[in-house]
């Protein structure tokens, strides 16, 4: 009898343990005393990467019953979302105690969450996939209600709750479609079943291939199944922004790339349906999360815009099957993750008395009284618009000359022209942080250890990667010849 080899799971199962720990620590800890959650959260984060890092070590691909993978794309991505995760954490002490929601359960929603995440970029079975799905989004789904007394959380979580219900109708019901044609839901087992469906049953590949991206694009707010996002993301507890912007795009466009570089054939019928509709989905998110976006006064709710439209960036790389666009996504979805946690992360790490910036009235003469804080702001909203020197220029490139490399030259354009539009609300920003006088007193707390080492950390990431990228697109390279 074959032995299991659980080594791929291993990084998973010390996250999972890791969030028992910390609710049953904190269910143990007498009333008026903190409990030591943050901290616990680090050490089994710091024992997961660890993990990690020794399966790289490998150099080969391990399976778990042949439905969660160990490989150079799921332990670079995993590994992605785990430092996303500390980062989280380390914001998040500071911040909760400015809002008066320090709280255990927090810790534990956000590991069990990333165990959702880290299932969605390691699985290549279908039901494990949706099974991933459901964890990270029921965990999230409290998260974004965190703030109880706050209506704008509560409106949040139950958005985000019901549209994310229908996602999860849409994927299960692709799911059993495709099973219905090829008999499988392993990833590797569907190209060719699908290839080749058996008498009368020619339109099912393409339903379900559509109920799947359906609901992958509820996940990564694609238009038109974004109304959501801006709400959640504006209602939510501003760590939990950070934590969604940055691991949910990177979970959902990993298991998009598994789904739609391993799963579906690259040749056919269906391969010209379904790039036809990444193309159509790309194209519209890309320009009407730009426009949305310029009509934003607040802050929060424009970066969720800008997230939408940078899911529009993503797909349009997405129409190529060859390995530079896997390549390029996966080097943009790391140097998005860092500017996502720094952006939302610094509004996060100014908390104070329940109170945090939100509109752009908040960022004047942010320059004149935390300039660290807003020069880092300035570094990531720069690589936001793709400034050159900035890991935002370098992805771009990437993204769009996949798109041109795959016959979508049109993808390409209205990505550099609705990214030069961007560049009006990004640095609306910046100009309201160094060319507008503050008013009055500082209402503002001050930055902790933890938050600052955070926002240096996601700076210095972003500029690193825009100035030398050759290390992260080597490793999304080798990732990327995986598929």
Known sequence: MQQLDLRPIIPSLIVALTGLIVLLVQAYTPKGKAAPSAALSLYGLAAAMASVVMLMGEHAVLTTGGTVVADALSLLLQAVLIAVTMAVVLLSPGYLRAIGGERGEYYTLILFSLVGMMGLVASVELISIFVALEIMSVALYALAGLRRDKIESQEAAIKYFVTGSFSSAFFLYGIALLYGVSGSTMLARLPDAIRTPAEGMALLPVLGVGFLLVGFAFKVASVPFHAWAPDVYEGAPTTVTAFMAAGVKVAAFGALLRVFGEGLPG??????HWR????????????????????????????????IAHAGYLMAALVAVEYVAAEAIVFYLVAYAAVNLGGFGAMAALARDGREPARLEDFHGLAERRPALAAAMTIFLISLTGIPVSAGFVGKFYLFKAAVDAGYAVLAVVGVLTSVISAYYYLRVVVAMYMYEPAGEDPWGEVGVGAAAALIVSAVVVLALGVYPAPLLALAKAAANVL
């Not at 040749?267 to 010209?272: I, Q, T």
């Open 276 to 307: 036809s509709a990444v193309a159509v989905l790309a194209l519209v998110t890309m320009v009407l999360g730009n426009l949305g976006a310029l009509a934003q006064r607040s802050v929060k709710r424009m970066l969720a815009f800008s997230s």
């Open 267 to 272: 040749d056919g019928a269906l391969a010209g």
